[in-house]
C-alpha cells in the first residue's frame, strides 16, 4: 500500500475538490449577489446550496441532481475517515 503524503492524495479530497471546481465554474454565471453567497462549506452545506441554485433556476435538475450525489458521497467518505481516525 502505497503511503500518504498529505490530504491531497485522499479519494474524498481528490472527489470533494473535483465537484466544488466544477461547483465554482458554474457558480461564475450567476447573479453577482449569488456569486458571494456560495462561500466554502461543508458537504451537507453545499447540497443545500446546490437545492437553492436549482429552485433559483441557475443550474438544471440533471447538475442539481449529480452535485447532491457527489456531496452525499462525500459526506459518507469524511464519516468512514472520522471513524477511521477514531480508531487509531
Not at 479530497?13 to 450567476?30: D, K, N, P
Not at 447532491?68 to 458521497?73: F, I, K, L, M
Not at 459526506?75 to 477514531?86: F, K
Amino acid at each position: 500500500m502505497e503511503r500518504l503524503r498529505g490530504f491531497e492524495d485522499l479519494d474524498v479530497f481528490r472527489r470533494a475538490y473535483r465537484v466544488s471546481l466544477e461547483v465554482h465554474r458554474v457558480s461564475l454565471e450567476f447573479p453577482r449577489i449569488e456569486q458571494w453567497a456560495l462561500a466554502a462549506g461543508s458537504a451537507d452545506e453545499m447540497q443545500v446550496w446546490t437545492l437553492y441554485a436549482r429552485d433559483l433556476g441557475y443550474i438544471d435538475k440533471d447538475v442539481a441532481e449529480r452535485w447532491q450525489g457527489e456531496y452525499r458521497e462525500i459526506a459518507r467518505m469524511l464519516q468512514g475517515l472520522s471513524r477511521t481516525a477514531s480508531d487509531i
